[in-house]
């Protein structure tokens, strides 16, 4: 009976390894890869053939140091590194050949592989507690290298393969100065007409280019994950561009350039392809190093809309919530949402909302290639040392339109800048700059400033300065403490300017009116 008992037991066990051996987890040091550094690309790559074949699985990276070129996703495969991994990308370039259909920065090309490389595929993951090292030096040293010469320099093999696979492109003037580098960096992870991502719980870091770039992509799910680049060349965190259905959650980045940007396409190209970025959820995320927290363009020709922003912090990038765009980008932007943020050490503005990036251009006729910001409201904001706490600029055949603000708090050298802008609403916003005015409004319309100001008045400074500003509402204002001069007006434009329901009791001048003023422009 013992006996028999034993082989049982052993028949269970056999059972049991066997069942495991079949679940379509795919341990790589069982599929000929190693932890020991060497690098081992086509062991991965077979790997994750093989499960595709049966229909899918997860190829599972153990603790131990993994080096490998660019590893291609088919549908249904989990990439799952486990704590303690490091896997490392090769930084040879020829490893990233051939060339293959890629988006960048808004426009498509063929150009080096990315690093994690998917093509009309779905229900693809990269998981876990490990470690995925980009190892973008070289190619960040290259990008320098083509920038810094002086004069022409010979073209390199790669750039040839560009020039010759690349005929016909097209691309607007002011971009010629990139496209003629024709060296364009793989993405760490590019997912490219597919459905289904999920990116969990691992750590990204020294990426070549832009971290986790989905293009034309639909329910694509980012969470948990964090990004460490550098001070490099445009390695932005996480970069959706044409997708639909996008959920990011506690994310915390710190990189080169933006940490979390919407896109849509560049100019005539992104118009071309008219596939938008909407639907999209940014939450519980840290973002510290970066040139923005939260970016909406400035590629956006393809349009962005229903977009939310909450429970973020930014502390110490350059700006906070950027939307940009310039003329010849076309596309909307509009239905945006940010609340519930928290801003420290923003080196320029906190807020801001341009269409003049990239360049400074003149008045031109509305057509397909005019950009439209519209329909935008932050609300439950603070600010501390903020070198600006916000600036609209917009064009004047476009003007931003229907923003708001409401319950924000900002302390910082400069205030609000609005200009060439229409139906902009301020509620429950004080801002204490110590330079200049806390609201300075010019060439707009229909703007209402409701229970506005500042903790810091700046004597013989306005707390609110306008200059050629029409259909304007100023009420429920009471300045707390000793105020010099509450509203300075100026312009032979402004008119139907009222100030009213307001208690000025602690303000020496409630309105200083400039010498263009018509004397019929405020109505108290």
Same mark, same amino acid.
């Given at each position: &009976? ?10 269970? *066990? ?31 790559? +077979? ?28 549908? +249904? ?24 259909? @890629? ?19 779905? $229900? ?87 971290? !986790? ?17 550098? /001070? ?19 994310? /915390? ?6 940490? *979390?940007? !919407? ?20 939450? +519980? ?5 970066? /040139? ?63 269409? %003049? ?14 950009? !439209?910001?519209?329909?935008?409201? @932050? ?18 055949? &476009?003007?931003?339109? $229907? ?22 609403? %301020?509620?429950?916003?004080?801002? +204490? ?46 300045? %707390?403490?000793?105020?010099? !001069? ?39």
């Amino acid at each position: &009976m013992k006996i028999k008992n034993i082989l049982i037991i052993l028949c269970f *066990i056999t059972g049991l390894n066997t069942a495991f051996a079949n679940d379509g987890w795919l341990n790589i040091l069982n599929e000929g890869g190693n932890n020991k550094g060497i690098k081992c690309t086509q062991a991965i790559q +077979n790997a994750v053939e093989k499960a595709s074949k049966n229909g899918g699985g997860t190829i599972f990276f153990p603790a131990g140091e993994y080096l490998t070129g660019p590893i291609k996703l088919k549908s +249904n495969i989990t990439i799952h590194l486990d704590s303690g991994a490091l896997l490392k990308f090769s930084d040879n370039f020829d490893d990233y050949l051939p060339y293959v259909e @890629m988006r960048y920065e808004g426009i498509v090309m063929q150009s080096f592989s990315p690093l994690f490389y998917a093509k009309d595929v779905e $229900n693809i993951t990269i998981k876990g507690r490990g470690v995925i090292d980009g190892q973008g030096k070289a190619w960040w040293n290259e990008v320098y290298r083509i920038e810094t010469a002086k004069g022409p320099i010979p073209l390199t093999k790669y750039q040839k393969m560009w020039e010759e696979q690349n005929k016909g492109i097209v691309y607007s003037d002011y971009y010629k100065r990139t496209i003629d580098k024709k060296f364009f960096r793989p993405s760490f992870f590019q997912a490219y007409n597919c459905k289904n991502i999920l990116i969990e719980g691992v750590t990204f870091q020294n990426s070549p280019f832009w971290t !986790i770039n989905p293009e034309f992509c639909d329910n694509v799910t980012v969470t948990g994950i964090s990004i460490f680049n550098p /001070h490099s060349p445009n390695t932005d965190g996480i970069n959706p561009s044409s997708c639909k259905n996008v959920h990011i959650s506690n994310c /915390h980045i710190s990189v080169g350039d933006d940490c *979390i940007t !919407i896109k849509s396409g560049r100019d005539a190209d992104g118009r071309k392809y008219n596939r938008p970025t909407e639907n999209v959820t940014i939450t +519980n995320c840290t973002m510290l190093s970066g /040139h923005g927290g939260v970016v909406i363009g400035s590629e956006m020709s393809g349009g962005i809309k229903k977009v939310t922003i909450s429970n973020c912090v930014f502390d110490g990038t350059d700006r906070g919530i950027r939307i940009k765009a310039a003329r010849g980008r076309g596309g909307v932007v509009e239905d945006i949402r940010v609340d519930n943020i928290v801003m420290k050490n923003i080196k320029e503005e906190a807020i801001v909302l341009s269409l %003049f990036y990239d360049k400074d251009t003149k008045v031109e006729p509305v057509t397909e290639k005019t950009p !439209i910001f519209r329909n935008i409201h @932050m609300s439950n904001i603070t600010g501390s040392n903020v070198n600006k706490a916000g600036q609209i600029l917009g064009i004047t055949e &476009m003007p931003i339109q $229907n923003v708001t603000f409401s319950n924000i708090n900002m302390d910082g050298k400069e205030g609000f800048t609005v200009s060439t802008a229409t139906d902009v609403e %301020f509620h429950d916003v004080k801002v +204490n700059a110590s330079i200049g005015s806390s609201f300075k409004i010019s060439d707009s319309k229909n703007i209402i400033l409701d229970n506005v100001g500042s903790s810091t008045p700046i004597k013989g400074v306005p707390v609110i300065k306008l200059d050629n500003v029409s259909n304007m509402m100023i009420n429920n204002n009471f300045p %707390f403490n000793a105020t010099d !001069i509450f509203i300075e007006a100026n312009g032979k434009e402004t008119k139907n300017v009222f100030v009213k329901n307001n208690v000025f009791n602690n303000v020496t001048t409630a309105v200083k009116k400039g010498a263009a003023l018509d004397k019929k422009a405020i109505i108290e």
